[in-house]
């Protein structure tokens, strides 16, 4: 009889401790999505979901919390192009609102460094904007770099540094933008600066 009830205890135990584990990585999985936005004044998350240097299309899916590859007519897209030319993501707890023209997603971020695993939140200090439109629905990218000066790989602090260093950064960025996916039609309105990004960043804050 003893012997019985240590065992339903020993049992009951087992079974508390992995729904504290399972409890415990739900939660973790749920707050990805709602992280704070900003860390400091000029600093903010980004979530990863594509590695630079990767060519396919991962994408954090809300419903089952995990992140997964993206799908288009039940065929897993693959970029058919030169695959991501930064670490491509979105910032937490920011939405763009398909009431003023947006997707209906977080906004985009688009980090310039080397290569940062899915699911990696990385500390961002934006310094400019790109201004897409994609299948006529706005489609912002913030241009990003990390905030920790060792992940830097371009010596910049703003949208003028970059402009007047790397101008071919942003003519690859815009020219890989416009045909990484032949089967949308994508525009570019034009750049916005560091401050631009920021305002563009505080407006779709959720």
Do not use: H
């Amino acid at each position: 009889m003893i012997c019985s009830v240590n065992n339903n205890i020993k049992r009951f135990k087992k079974l508390v401790f992995i729904i504290l584990i399972v409890l415990q990585s739900c939660a973790k999985e749920k707050e990805i999505y709602y992280l704070p936005t900003q860390v400091s004044e000029n600093s903010f998350n980004a979530v990863i979901e594509i590695p630079a240097g990767t060519n396919k299309k991962y994408e954090y899916d809300k419903e089952s919390k995990s992140f997964i590859i993206d799908k288009k007519d039940g065929k897993e897209r693959i970029i058919d192009f030169l695959p991501y030319p930064g670490n491509y993501g979105f910032i937490p707890s920011t939405y763009s609102d398909p009431k003023t023209g947006g997707d209906g997603d977080a906004l985009d971020v688009l980090v310039l460094s080397e290569y940062v695993p899915t699911g990696s939140v990385l500390e961002i200090k934006p310094i400019a904007i790109l201004k897409l439109i994609d299948n006529g629905e706005i489609d912002y990218k913030i241009i990003a770099i990390p905030s920790n000066v060792k992940q830097q790989i371009i010596n910049v602090n703003n949208y003028n540094d970059l402009a007047n260093r790397f101008p071919e950064v942003k003519t690859i960025i815009e020219l890989w933008f416009l045909n990484y996916n032949k089967t949308d039609t994508a525009t570019i309105e034009g750049w916005g600066d560091d401050k631009m990004a920021l305002i563009e960043i505080n407006k779709s804050k959720s």
